[in-house]
């Protein structure tokens, strides 16, 4: 089945910088990778995904990227605020019926201001 | 719409003790999911279920029952609470079967004594 690694497990940035959490899976059958944000004491929201099919993607100050070839994708983050410092999970999945999305163990993202 | 919907959002157990945990979803997504939470592990799948009468076990369903009679409900049961499965419980819904955006619900904090 599938394995999803994500790294580092904290990251502490100063304000304004850019942050970078990397995942990499197993299985070269996945192609739909999600990111997800939760808040301390909240639930885990989407924030952004990319498919197999596409190498990048950007939503205002935040991207994914994917390398296939390598199996791993990354979460960009540009010009940190306070606010993005929450828990951040990727995961992984081959989307079709009965899979499972299968997801990293987390990143602690600290902003300092 | 409310979304999806948790109860309760905190208990107590003693070891040994049953529960339901509940789970309701108004969006008429088909795909319902249980995960909990530890530190350090991030969502590990218990139980899902890909549409009303079917369910099926995820990564960690050992000590939980699920049933999916309606298409809004997903009740998870605790058969007979251990301390090890003191976490917090988040239940997720899908509009397809295929996991695109998960939407999670608030959340049960359980601590097992």
């Known amino acids: 089945g599938e394995n999803v690694e994500q790294h580092p497990s904290t990251l502490s940035v100063q304000e304004g910088d850019s942050a970078v959490i990397k995942c990499t899976y197993s299985?070269?059958?996945?192609?739909?990778f999600p990111w997800y944000k939760q808040e301390l004491g909240k639930r885990p929201q989407l924030i952004i995904d990319?498919?197999?099919?596409?190498g990048e993607k950007k939503d205002q100050r935040i991207a994914v990227t994917l390398n296939k070839t390598a199996k791993h994708f990354s979460l960009h983050i540009t010009e940190t605020q306070p606010e993005d410092s929450a828990v951040y999970f990727c995961?992984?999945?081959?989307?079709?019926?009965?899979?499972?999305?299968?997801f990293g163990a987390g990143t602690i993202l600290r902003v300092k201001s | 719409n409310a979304g999806v919907t948790q109860t309760p959002k905190f208990q107590v157990l003693k070891t040994g003790q049953s529960m339901t945990l509940q789970c309701a979803q108004d969006m008429n997504h088909e795909y319902m999911s249980w995960y909990r939470q530890d530190p350090g592990m991030g969502l590990r799948l218990i139980h899902y279920s890909v549409g009303a009468g079917i369910t099926d076990q995820g990564e960690v369903p050992n000590g939980y029952n699920v049933s999916r009679s309606t298409t809004e409900d997903f009740p998870l049961r605790l058969l007979s609470a251990a301390p090890s499965q003191t976490s917090v419980y988040f239940c997720?819904?899908?509009?397809?079967?295929?996991?695109?955006?998960?939407?999670f619900g608030p959340g049960t904090r359980l601590l097992v004594l």
């Open positions: 299985d070269s059958a996945s192609n739909y």
């Open positions: 995961a992984a999945i081959k989307m079709e019926y009965g899979n499972k999305l299968v």
């Open positions: 990319i498919r197999s099919n596409v």
């Open positions: 997720a819904s899908s509009y397809g079967t295929e996991q695109e955006t998960q939407y």
